[in-house]
Every structure is written in C-alpha cells, then in structure tokens.
C-alpha cells in the first residue's frame, strides 16, 4: 500500500494498465473502494448508480467476450461495472430523506421543497431525453473516485470503452433490464507493467476563462 498519497498526487500518478499480476485484491482494499465510490457526489443525491464487482470467472470471461477480448478482464482479478439508473428518481426516496435527516444535513422543511424540485427537474430531463445522460454523468464520477482511491491503496486500474452494452448486461444479468445504462468498467489489481506518463498539453490549448476559445 502507498501511504501519504495526496489526492492531488493520486491524479498525477495514476496511469491507466491494460495488464494485471494475477495477484487477488485485498477484501478490504475492495470494501474500501466500493465504500469511496457511494460517497462519490450525485445529482439530486439520486445516488443512481450501482456498482456490480466481477472477479468469479465465468464473469470475467464474459465481459472479455463483451469487451471483444481486451486483455483487462482475462488479467484483472476483479472488473467493477458501473450501472447507470436513469428511472431512480422516480422510486421511494423516504430512506434517504431519512438519512439525512437524521444526519442533521436536511430539516423537514428542506427535504419538503427539495423533493418537490427532484420530481420537477427530472420529469423536465425525461421530456427531453436526457434521464440516461444524467445518471451516466453521475456513475462516471463514482467510478472516478474508485481510480484515485484504488492509486492510494498501491492498485492500478483501466478505465474501459469499447465494449457492447448488450453484452456486458448479459454478462451481469440484466439483459432484459433496459431502464439501466452500463456507464463504464474499470478493471482493478496489481500492475505488471510500467506506464509512463504521455504527458498533456500546456494549459493554455484546453483552459480558458470567460468564453472558449478552442478551435
């Protein structure tokens, strides 16, 4: 495990490995993780995404199979599936007003007008088509966390795209379920290669103030 890592060295640090020692993650190091990703923000704190842990192999050769055979899920020792829930919204949210109420963090009257702003907004976004983007945007910033937390703990993660949707829910048993999106996977273990860092643009060719000014 890395000790003293800041977020800030997290982010410089971490680099994205295709290729895994077949070593097991730690229990505890997974529990952490997936413990850091539901404290991730979330619109409304919908909290609508959910988060499925592969490491069995039938899973693993399933989402190989999904992701066309990318060597993460032949190598990793676990495959976290982030699953987007664009209809959270409108099921029983008295749990989590709950919750925060009793936490401190929202009175009676709050929660009253909150809840009533919730519906409004998302009945606004379901008109317009845009429940799915919403709870992608908000299981991408989970599974974000999960990549910094997992460099703290000495872990390497991928952040993986291409892979067909219809397959990765089979895989995880929700082929039938088309109210749910899958918004990414990231593949977690122990590195067995070295990344080195490409580099990025100076500053100035993607920050801007005021207006953009890209091309």
Do not use: C
């Not at 974000?144 to 089979?170: F, H, I, R």
């Amino acid at each position: 495990m890395i000790k003293n890592v800041s977020v800030a060295d997290a982010i410089r640090t971490r680099r994205t490995v295709r290729h895994y020692l077949p070593d097991p993650v730690p229990t505890a190091h997974l529990d952490t993780l997936l413990d850091l990703a539901m404290q991730a923000p979330s619109s409304w704190n919908l909290q609508d995404r959910s988060v499925v842990v592969v490491s069995d192999t039938a899973g693993l050769e399933g989402l190989a199979w999904a992701t066309g055979g990318q060597p993460q899920p032949q190598e990793a020792p676990v495959v976290l599936v982030f699953v987007a829930e664009p209809h959270a919204w409108r099921a029983d949210r008295s749990d989590v007003n709950e919750q925060a109420r009793r936490n401190g963090a929202w009175s009676d009257e709050f929660i009253t007008g909150f809840a009533a702003a919730s519906v409004e907004f998302q009945q606004g976004l379901a008109e317009r088509g845009l429940e799915r983007e919403y709870a992608v945007k908000d299981a991408m910033i989970a599974a974000t966390y999960v990549m910094l937390a997992a460099t703290e703990l000495g872990l390497a993660t991928s952040p993986m795209n291409g892979w067909d949707e219809q397959k990765v829910k089979k895989t995880i048993g929700i082929e039938d379920r088309a109210d749910l999106a899958i918004a990414l996977l990231v593949s977690v273990g122990y590195a067995a290669e070295e990344r080195i860092h490409p580099g990025r643009r100076a500053l100035g060719n993607n920050v801007f103030h005021g207006r953009y000014q890209g091309a």
